[in-house]
C-alpha cells in the first residue's frame, strides 16, 4: 500500500467506470455518467461510507490519473490496444460470453486471450488492492474480472470480498469446456459472497465447484481449505433496476406527448410493438423479427395496424459474431420491409442507435407490447423498465423463459423465443389482449418491480457480506 494514496473503505471493481467520456462543445473532454442502475444503486453507499470505483475508461492507452466525478472518486485502469483486443474483445467477449450463455455462438478459446485475461485481472485487483483501507469492503463485478476475488484475497486477507456474477453462469456439461475452468473457479472463490442472478446459476456454480474442485458444499455454503481454512457463500441476488427516474419520466407531460408523437410519425397504427436491445446474438432479435416477418406474411396482421420498433443499440463493434450479427439482422429487417411496407407505413422501425433514457420511456408509453425475446439472459432490465413506466397500468410484456427476469415476472406472457410458431401466437396474443387484462397483469407486474428494486438489491447483497465480516 502506498502511503501517499487515501484510502477508500468501499471499493467497486468492475470492467467499466461508471461515467463514459464524451466530448464537450468546445472539443474539451467531459465526463458524462453512465445510465446504469448500478451507479444509482451504490451511489449512497459510495457517498456514506468513502467509496472508490476502479474500472476502464473504455478507450485503449488512455492513462488517466484518479478523478473525482459526482462525489465519487474513479480509480482508471489502463488497457493497451492488445488487452483490449485479447482480454475485453477476446477472451471476456469471444470466449466466456458466449460460453455463459449456453454456446448460443461458438466460443473460441485461445491461450494467448488466457494470458490477457490473468494479466488484467491481476491489474485491476492490485489496483484495488492499494485503495482499500485495513478492513475495508471490496466489492466485484462481472465475468470480465473472475480471477479478482481470490488476487485481491492473496493480497489483502484483511479485506471483506463480495462478487457478483451479472449474466448467466452455465450447467456443468458446458461449462466444462473451459480449458481454464479450475482457475477460473478458484478466482471466484476467493470472495466471501459470491451472487448471481438466478436460483439455477448459483446451483450451476455449486456443482462445478463439487466436481471439479471436490470441495465440501452444504446448501448455499463451500468450505474452502486454502487461504483459510473459510467459507463462501454462493447464491442468488437478482438484480433489478432503479425505478424512480421511470416512474417520474412516465408521469412527465412532455414525455407522454413525445410518446403520442412517436405513435403518430409511424402513421398512428393500432398497434406498436417494441424491441430494445444491445445488438447481441443472446437477445434473440433474429427470432423476434422472424415472427413478425411470418405474422405479416400469413396476413395475421397488416402493415397498417401494426408497427415493430426494434431498437439495436450498437454493442462490441470489432467481434467478428456480432459483425456478423448485425448483417444478418440488417438483411432480415430490409427484406421484411422491401415485401410489407407502403408509401404510409413501415413494417419495422429499425434504429442502430442509443437513446436518452427520456426517449426510452416515451418509447415504452408508445407500444402496446414490449417482445423479450432473449435466447438467455442474465436478467434483462428492459423488462424491467418497461414494468416500472407503465403507471397507466396498460400495456403487454412478452417475455422469454430464458431470462433471469422470467423467474419473477410470472405475469408476463412467458415464451420460448426457438418456438416461432409459439412465439407468433404470443404476440397475437399481446396484440389482441383485453385492457382489463393487461392491467391486471402489468399491476403484478409493476408490485414486483417497485417493490423489489436495486436498492434493495444493494441492501441484500451488502447485508450478506457483513453477515461474514461479523462471524469472523
Ligand atoms: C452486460 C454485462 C456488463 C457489460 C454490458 C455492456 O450487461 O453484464 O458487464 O458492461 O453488458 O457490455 P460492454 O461490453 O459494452 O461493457
Do not use: C
Not at 474539451?28 to 448500478?38: A, T
Not at 397483469?441 to 436498492?455: F, G, P, Q
Amino acid at each position: 500500500m502506498t502511503s501517499s494514496t487515501p484510502t477508500a473503505s468501499f471499493v467497486i471493481i468492475a470492467n467499466r467506470l461508471p461515467v463514459d467520456r464524451v466530448p464537450g462543445p468546445d472539443g474539451e473532454v467531459i465526463w458524462r455518467r453512465s445510465p446504469g442502475g448500478l451507479v444509482a444503486a451504490l451511489e449512497p453507499v459510495m457517498q456514506s461510507v468513502d467509496g472508490a470505483w476502479v474500472g476502464w475508461a473504455g478507450q485503449p492507452d488512455l492513462d488517466l490519473k484518479p478523478f473525482t466525478e459526482d462525489g465519487i472518486r474513479l480509480l482508471p485502469v489502463t488497457l493497451s490496444a492488445q488487452d483490449v483486443e485479447e482480454y475485453y474483445e477476446g477472451f471476456s467477449n469471444d470466449t466466456i460470453w458466449p460460453l455463459y450463455h449456453d454456446v448460443i455462438s461458438s466460443p473460441q478459446y485461445h491461450r494467448e486471450w488466457w494470458d490477457a485475461y490473468v494479466r488484467v485481472n491481476r491489474r485491476f485487483a492490485e489496483r484495488a488492492a492499494s485503495a482499500v483501507a485495513e478492513g475495508g469492503t471490496v466489492w466485484v463485478h462481472d465475468y470480465q474480472l473472475q480471477l479478482v476475488p481470490a488476487m485481491l484475497r492473496e493480497r489483502r486477507p484483511d479485506v471483506t470480498i463480495g462478487y457478483f456474477h451479472h449474466i448467466p453462469f452455465p450447467a456443468h456439461g458446458l461449462y466444462a469446456q473451459l480449458p481454464w475452468r479450475d482457475q477460473v473457479l478458484q478466482g471466484l472463490l476467493g470472495a466471501d459472497v459470491v451472487g448471481f442472478q438466478r436460483a439455477q446459476d448459483a446451483t450451476n456454480f455449486l456443482t462445478a465447484v463439487r466436481r471439479r474442485l471436490r470441495l465440501d458444499v452444504k446448501g448455499s455454503t463451500v468450505s474452502v481449505p486454502y487461504g483459510g481454512p473459510r467459507t463462501v457463500v454462493a447464491r442468488a441476488f437478482p438484480i433489478s433496476i432503479d425505478t424512480t427516474p421511470y416512474t417520474e419520466l412516465a408521469a412527465r407531460p412532455d414525455v407522454r406527448a413525445r410518446a403520442a408523437e412517436i405513435r403518430e410519425g409511424l402513421g398512428s397504427p393500432k398497434k406498436i410493438l417494441l424491441g430494445v436491445d444491445r445488438l447481441d446474438y443472446t437477445k434473440g432479435i433474429r427470432h423476434r423479427i422472424k415472427a413478425f416477418g411470418e405474422l405479416l406474411d400469413e396476413g395475421r396482421i397488416s402493415v397498417e395496424d401494426v408497427t415493430l420498433v426494434q431498437v439495436a443499440s450498437p454493442s462490441r463493434e470489432r467481434v467478428d459474431a456480432y459483425v456478423q450479427l448485425r448483417d444478418e439482422i440488417e438483411l432480415a429487417v430490409a427484406r421484411i420491409n422491401g415485401d410489407h411496407d407502403t408509401m404510409d407505413h413501415t413494417a419495422i422501425r429499425y434504429l442502430h442507435q442509443g437513446f436518452p433514457r427520456e426517449e426510452m420511456v416515451a418509447l415504452y408509453l408508445a407500444a402496446d407490447a414490449m417482445l423479450v425475446t432473449a435466447l438467455r439472459d442474465g436478467m434483462n432490465l428492459v423488462a424491467k423498465e418497461y414494468a416500472a413506466a407503465r403507471s397507466d397500468q396498460r400495456g403487454v410484456l412478452v417475455l422469454s423463459e430464458f431470462t433471469g427476469a422470467a423467474d419473477e415476472l410470472r405475469q408476463a406472457v412467458l415464451v420460448n423465443p426457438h418456438d416461432i410458431e409459439g412465439l407468433k401466437d404470443a404476440i397475437m396474443q399481446a396484440v389482441e389482449m383485453p385492457p382489463r387484462e393487461q392491467s391486471r397483469r402489468m399491476r403484478a407486474l409493476r408490485k414486483r418491480v417497485l417493490e423489489n428494486d436495486v436498492n434493495a438489491w444493494s441492501r441484500d447483497f451488502l447485508a450478506a457480506l457483513e453477515n461474514v465480516r461479523s462471524a469472523r
